[in-house]
């Protein structure tokens, strides 16, 4: 655990404190995300926790420890750190990079080449990549050494200061990804400054939301930070598009998905119309024998088509648009039903064979539901955007 | 050119070379290790660095001629100390060059490398011998060249004092109106130039295995490869 007692920060030649008596608990085995506008003292507040900056005032205690009793350098050993630009030692391999700190703690070059190899494998590297230098990687490669490094020594705290910040947009998402990941197998204590919202609001378990001069405006899990921000200042701060964001901490499973549209291909479009007559459907989604989207067909269109042919035959409009009907979120299935041309939305299982399919109706109804409810229901579990 | 006298000399001409090789190489090492300090207090508390580039400047504008003349009453031209007469001047010759080189090397080091040294727990003095020093070599190692080449040069002076190795090549053959003597003197201190500069070169190469590119590694850095 981490625990901040009234600490404040004062550079000297400032009369503002950079931090101002901030207390903050980070659960162990939990990811605290520290997001702010630039100034707001969420670097130094994390910086603070393995001494690289000295604190003014107040008591830092990490897992009970005073850090201010704590020999500096020991301490980190102790503390995995993560920073925007990796940092990696230009003139060491891979695997002497990750296997720094298990060095300086007296492991052994075999034993820390050893521990380095297990962890390139943790975050996702080829094993081929131990014996190149860093300038040999992209930079989303170079992260995850990053990462690797950090948790080398297997410290029961890890501190990432924007580590994902100075990668493409699509490689951050996978590197988020990957923490969380990561970070459900090994449960670590985690500090993570980051001035993304969308960023704190994936991976954190709860989110400090900072105001400018230091001090906390709103500490919560990133679901009820979106459902009840509390001021303006927050809300602002989480963006014009908070409402929905927040329908993915609900899961989609929690809808019904309706059958009736569904039409197997092999049917006649005689059969077609009639079904169309009797349940109303304006739309059908076009199914193979494995059950698979082929794509929209609107009822209409029906009556242009030889009654004798089958709907294999029929001209489909796009049904790449769907949802995991038990993993994803809310967010993802309204995402699918808006680009869907028939604005209804298939669902699908884990081989992407259609379960049912949703509508606006019917999301209206289950967000209606599930948000005028409280907050606290959707807690951390679900996050899959 | 009589090239009968110089393989006739060649004992002779080798232990000159050696003696100014010596002479040049010894300045260099000191250079270095006074330098190395130099450079980490300038570059830890910046105000050091101005005096120091001033100092090390105007000694170097100081002609080695008066510098070896003031030194002769304390380390002699006929005594045993009489190599200091040489070795200490050229020494803080190289300081001009060495020392802002050195700085310039610690500087290149980028501040997310440094902080992330400190931050997985290196002290001062190990991150300074692990990380900073081993990053800095290959400009070091560029001042390093220079000085090498300008030492072994300057020995040749020395001969005004009596004690200049390759340079007794060019009194000797100017009294005896000897030309070949000159032309191998001159030959021969470019020989130990160029063959001091290729070692340096190798001992960079042999210290630097991360900045030896290998052909297939543009390739493998395409984003995400891995991923």
Redesign the interface.
């Known amino acids: 655990m981490i625990r901040f007692d009234h600490v404040t920060k004062r550079y000297p030649g400032s009369a503002v404190p950079a931090v101002n008596a901030l207390d903050l608990e980070v659960p162990d085995g939990q990811t605290m995300v520290l997001v702010g506008p630039s100034g707001c003292g969420k670097t130094t507040s994390l910086r603070m926790i ?1 001494r ?1 900056i000295d604190l003014t005032e107040g008591k830092i205690f990490v897992n009970d420890q005073d850090i201010q009793q704590a020999d500096p ?5 102790g ?1 995995g ?1 993560v ?11 891979i695997e002497d990079n990750i296997g ?2 298990p060095v ?1 703690i007296g492991w052994g070059k075999q034993k820390a080449r050893r521990r380095a190899g297990e962890l390139m494998e943790l975050v ?3 094993a081929n ?1 131990a014996r ?2 860093p ?7 170079q992260q995850r050494v ?1 990462v690797a ?1 950090a948790l080398a020594a297997d410290p029961p705290v890890l ?1 990432m200061d924007e580590p994902f910040s100075a990668v ?1 947009p699509i ?1 951050r998402a ?1 590197l988020q990804d990957e923490l969380l990941r990561i970070q459900a197998e090994l449960r670590k204590t985690v500090v993570f400054v980051t001035h993304d919202v969308e960023e704190a609001i994936k991976v954190g378990d709860r989110v400090a939301v900072f105001r400018p001069g230091g001090t906390l405006a709103q500490v919560d899990p990133p679901a009820r930070l979106l459902a009840e921000p509390v001021d303006d200042y927050v809300a602002d701060f989480l963006g014009f598009d908070r409402g929905i964001r927040r329908l993915s901490f609900f899961p989609a499973s929690t809808l019904e998905l309706d059958t009736d549209p569904l039409a197997p291909d092999r049917i006649t479009v005689a059969d077609a119309r009639a079904r169309a007559k009797e349940s109303g459907q304006s739309w059908f989604l076009v199914i193979d024998t494995e059950r698979l989207p082929r794509g929209w067909l609107p009822v209409a269109k029906l009556d242009d088509l030889p009654a004798s042919s089958t709907l294999a035959e029929a001209p489909v409009e796009g049904g790449g648009h769907s949802f995991h009907s038990s993993t994803d979120s809310l967010r993802a299935a309204l995402d699918a039903t808006i680009l869907s041309p028939s604005g209804q939305a298939a669902g699908v299982d884990d081989d992407g064979r259609v379960v049912g399919v949703t509508s606006y109706d019917e999301l209206l109804a289950a967000i209606h539901v599930l948000t005028s409810g409280d907050g606290d229901t959707a807690g951390g579990e679900s996050r899959s955007a | 050119m009589d090239w009968g006298w110089i393989s006739a000399n060649r004992g002779e001409l080798i232990s000159l070379a050696g003696n100014n090789l010596y002479l040049a190489l010894i300045p260099v090492v000191l250079g270095l290790v006074i330098s190395i300090p130099l450079g980490v207090l300038s570059v830890r508390w910046g105000w050091v660095y101005p005096p120091v580039l001033s100092a090390t400047s105007v000694i170097y504008a100081i002609p080695s001629l008066a510098l070896f003349i003031f030194l002769i009453p304390f380390t002699g031209i006929v005594t045993s100390t009489r190599d200091l007469t040489l070795i200490i001047p050229l020494t803080l010759y190289t300081l001009a060059t060495l020392v802002p080189n050195v700085v310039d090397g610690l500087r290149s080091v980028p501040e997310p490398v440094r902080q992330s040294a400190t931050a997985m727990g290196f002290g001062a003095m190990r991150r300074l011998a692990r990380v900073e020093l081993p990053i800095a070599v290959p400009v070091v190692m560029a001042g390093l060249r220079v000085a090498t080449v300008a030492s072994i040069s300057l020995v040749s002076v020395g001969e005004l004092i009596g004690n200049g190795g390759l340079g007794f090549l060019f009194t000797d053959g100017e009294q005896r109106d000897f030309p070949t003597e000159i032309y191998a003197g001159i030959g021969l201190i470019v020989i130990l130039a160029l063959a001091a500069d290729a070692l340096l070169v190798l001992l960079g190469w042999l210290l630097t295995p991360w900045r030896r590119s290998d052909p297939g590694a543009s390739h493998s850095t395409r984003e995400e490869a891995a991923a």
Not at chain 1, 73 to 77: F, G, I, P, Q, S
Not at chain 1, 135 to 141: E, F, N, R, W
Request: no cysteine; glycine share 12%.
């Open positions: 393995n690289m350098a020991k301490l980190r050993r503390i750190y920073i925007q630009h990796a940092g990696l030692f230009p003139h060491r391999t720094t700190v300086l996702g590297l080829d990549m190149r230098y300038h040999q990687l992209s930079g989303g490669q990053g490094r501190l493409d490689v996978i």
